[in-house]
């Protein structure tokens, strides 16, 4: 299971030769991908007009999901408070699912960098 940064995501989906998503499920390497809610919600809000949010929310829809529990919340701002030192400067939002799934934020960057 990997987690696929939006940008990936925005790219296979304008990607009309399939070369970009040929490169993620190689890229994948049989990996299952999954979204968060987050990507739900970046992509749904890029549609540009109601026609691409129909077309867009069936595909999300079908789509695995890492559901983040109450738990997850409060632990990944721990992580993120525990970074916050100056020489450990990190990103909000690469820690969001990493108490309960530490392994994710690597893959979430190899993805990308491969992807890239």
Known sequence: ??????????????????????????ALDGDDAVLTRFHQLDLLQGARDEREWSLLQEYLDAQDYLESSPESWSGAARIYFDLRRPERR???????V???????????????????
């Open 1 to 26: 299971m990997i987690l696929v940064d939006t940008s990936v995501w925005v790219e296979v989906l304008r990607d009309r030769s399939g070369r970009v998503r040929t490169a993620l499920d190689k």
């Open 90 to 96: 990190c990103a909000a939002p690469s820690t969001v």
């Open 98 to 116: 990493s108490p309960k799934w530490p392994w994710i934020t690597m893959s979430f960057f190899s993805i990308a960098i491969a992807i890239s």
